[in-house]
């Protein structure tokens, strides 16, 4: 009698062995699909940041290079701004130097107005003041636009 109940709880025990078992099998089954699904997600997540990181550094060379083509445009224009600063210094030069040659001019008539004789080199130049006025003043309207 005592062997009998032993042998039924041995076999109710391993009855709940393979139930047991079983629920082991498909937990164990399912947390292999859960780990899985996670290993993907962090795969894709991570392909995802390597594409963001391409495409990042992909834009930081176009900034770059659109930076460095501002920058020799700037260059250029600043280039311009001084050669025009130039020609107005060079145009100004001319003026100061044709008035002066008006103000001997102007002295020499009214020494020639009295009887005395020009000197050769008070003549006048080939350009009238006017002239060069006009070409400071665009000039300078110019350098003004450029800056």
Do not use: H
């Not at 041995?10 to 699909?33: K, P, Q, S, W």
């Not at 460095?68 to 130097?97: F, G, P, Y």
């Amino acid at each position: 009698e005592r062997c009998i109940s032993l042998e039924e709880q041995n076999e109710a025990l391993v009855d709940r062995y393979r139930e047991a078992e079983t629920i082991m099998r498909r937990e164990g089954i399912r947390f292999d699909g859960t780990m899985k699904r996670l290993v993907d997600e962090m795969r894709a997540r991570d392909d995802l940041g390597r594409e963001f990181l391409e495409e990042r550094r992909l834009l930081n060379k176009q900034w770059e290079k659109r930076e460095k083509e501002i920058i020799m445009a700037l260059k250029r224009e600043a280039r311009k701004v001084e050669l025009k600063e130039e020609a107005l210094a060079d145009a100004q030069s001319k003026v100061k130097e044709l008035e002066q040659s008006l103000s001997e001019a102007t002295e020499s008539r009214r020494g020639l107005k009295r009887g005395l004789s020009p000197p050769p080199e008070s003549r006048p130049g080939p350009f009238l003041p006017s002239e060069l006025e006009e070409k400071v003043a665009v000039l300078s309207m110019e350098n003004a636009t450029l800056r």
